[in-house]
């Protein structure tokens, strides 16, 4: 049993490059309420929050960077390459990530929770979950893909590869292990499986959710899974013709890093909005819209859906990414609460990274903050 009363607790670990992320969207498609644990340590020493000035005292002012904040990669490569220094951090970091943790799941209303920590095990977090999953991938997988997908030098890759436990240990402490070396739909398959296997019937809302009824000509808001894959594909070539025709497969893939809400007319895709949330921060990063439907009706219509979403969730800040010619409908953007920003104008460090990793080429970025209360407010 979790110790959180009525929430059954998914708890997801995986060593570094083994796809715990895509698995934890994954559950949250189908349901659940995923908080990155691994995120939320990162949180734990911005300037001013509480394990800042503990990590500063212990590792010397040579960890921060020119503007004042604590250097990750610098102090990555010190405490990856000392044991000793790795759990000094931890000691420092793991009791602030609790009380978040803590935090976060009394506040969600969703009876399924999903905590993704690559500590899961050695943190003692995994007493504390209802169910203990496990990513896999061998150990040229992961180094591919810290590579290829985080762009990290072959020497940093291998250093924290090989600084973390044998995954064998934490197969062999699993209730479910997802097998994360094929296809999107392979992994969609486990985890829909691992659901099915783990998660209580009264807590595991239906997968598939039918098509909300309206009224002829009126729009309808719904939340896309996989299986919308073709009809989202179709969109996208027809209203912005890639020079390469989307996939469904494409699409699905798309799916182990966002979520889409699409918007229909008598049963007809006409928009959508793909988006995610990460580490409290909602970022909407693609927008089509049918040249035939009213922007100042269809915007705010996705827009507010989001950010109710986004509530739900949690979220602290919602970042919209968006062409320059939609930007210009001030008037628009105004009555919904936006305003037009640059990334380093962000005040605060955890949203600052979620505009530079998530802005795509060629758009501006829209801000608006959702909550005044943050996890792990600066002190």
């Not at 005292?57 to 250097?71: A, C, N, S």
């Not at 220094?85 to 009394?106: G, T």
């Not at 943190?123 to 979950?129: E, F, T």
Request: contains cysteine; glycine residues 6%; neutral net charge.
């Amino acid at each position: 049993m979790s110790k959180w009363e009525g929430k059954f607790v998914i708890g997801l670990t995986g060593n570094i490059g083994t796809g715990k992320s895509v698995v934890r969207r994954m559950l949250e498609h189908l349901g659940a309420y995923g908080i990155d644990a691994d995120a939320l340590a990162q949180r734990t020493y911005a300037r001013g929050a509480p394990g800042y000035q503990p990590i500063v005292k212990q590792f010397g002012h040579w960890v921060l960077t020119p503007d004042g904040e604590i250097d990750r990669g610098r102090l990555g490569r010190l405490v990856f390459a000392d044991a000793q220094a790795l759990a000094i951090l931890e000691e420092i970091i793991h009791p602030l990530v609790d009380q978040a943790i803590d935090f976060l799941v009394k506040r969600s209303i969703q009876p399924v929770i999903v905590i993704e920590a690559i500590k899961l095990l050695e943190a003692g977090l995994s007493q504390k979950c209802d169910s203990v999953w496990v990513a896999f991938a061998p150990k040229d997988v992961q180094l591919a893909r810290l590579t290829m997908r985080r762009r990290m030098s072959k020497a940093d890759s291998f250093q924290r590869i090989e600084a973390q436990p044998e995954q064998e240990l934490k197969v062999a402490a699993a209730q479910v292990v997802i097998n994360n070396v094929g296809s999107f739909e392979d992994t969609w398959r486990q985890v829909v499986a691992g659901w099915k296997q783990t998660v209580p019937t009264e807590a595991a809302a239906p997968s598939e959710q039918p098509e909300p009824a309206v009224a002829k000509g009126e729009y309808s808001i719904l939340r896309g899974n996989p299986r919308h894959s073709a009809e989202i594909a179709a969109l996208f070539n027809r209203l912005e013709k890639p020079a390469r025709p989307l996939t469904a497969q494409d699409i699905m893939e798309k799916f182990g890093e966002k979520a889409y809400l699409l918007l229909k007319v008598d049963g007809s895709l006409k928009a959508a909005v793909g988006w995610q949330v990460e580490n409290l921060v909602s970022r909407a990063t693609e927008m089509v819209i049918d040249s035939d439907l009213p922007t100042e009706k269809v915007i705010p219509a996705l827009i507010q859906e989001m950010e109710r979403a986004s509530r739900v969730l949690q979220c602290e800040a919602s970042l919209i990414f968006t062409s320059p010619k939609l930007v210009k409908q001030d008037t628009l953007w105004q009555n919904l609460g936006y305003v037009r920003v640059l990334p380093e104008s962000l005040k605060v460090r955890a949203w600052q990274d979620a505009a530079r990793e998530s802005m795509p080429e060629g758009t501006l970025m829209l801000f608006k903050k959702l909550r005044e209360d943050r996890v792990l407010r600066p002190i």
